[in-house]
């Protein structure tokens, strides 16, 4: 599965962005999609993340009501809207996919770059 993440961008804080990561390859084989984020000097950490089929939905206690994962069935993708940003959500975005018959996160995309500033 090869993964392509897109959206990121400078935004002030109370602003908004949407990240897309577009799935390409053995989607068949995609049990969940997930976001992490690694801030500078930090380590990277869990954001949010979907079935394949859309059906569950977990996020970090940091952005619960402020982030929204959703799958775009139509296009294999699946869309990071993120709402009230804030400083301390600056980082490169990652997605990443489970597949079936893996406990973890196998295939990773490249980062998209948000910044928000203050």
């Known amino acids: 599965v090869q993964l392509q993440a897109s959206g990121g961008g400078l935004v002030q804080a109370g602003g908004s962005l949407r990240l897309s990561c577009l799935a390409s390859?053995?989607?068949?084989?995609?049990?969940?999609m997930n976001w992490f984020r690694q801030a500078p000097g930090k380590e990277r950490e869990f954001v949010a993340a979907i079935t394949w089929d859309g059906g569950t939905t977990s996020y970090a206690n940091s952005v619960k009501g402020r982030f929204t994962i959703s799958r775009d069935n139509a296009k294999n993708s699946v869309n990071l809207q993120m709402n009230i940003l804030r400083p301390e959500d600056t980082g490169i975005y990652y997605c990443a996919v489970r597949q079936f018959g893996y406990s973890d996160v196998n295939s990773w995309g490249q980062g998209t770059v948000v910044t928000v500033s203050s």
């Open positions: 390859g053995r989607t068949s084989s995609i049990a969940a």
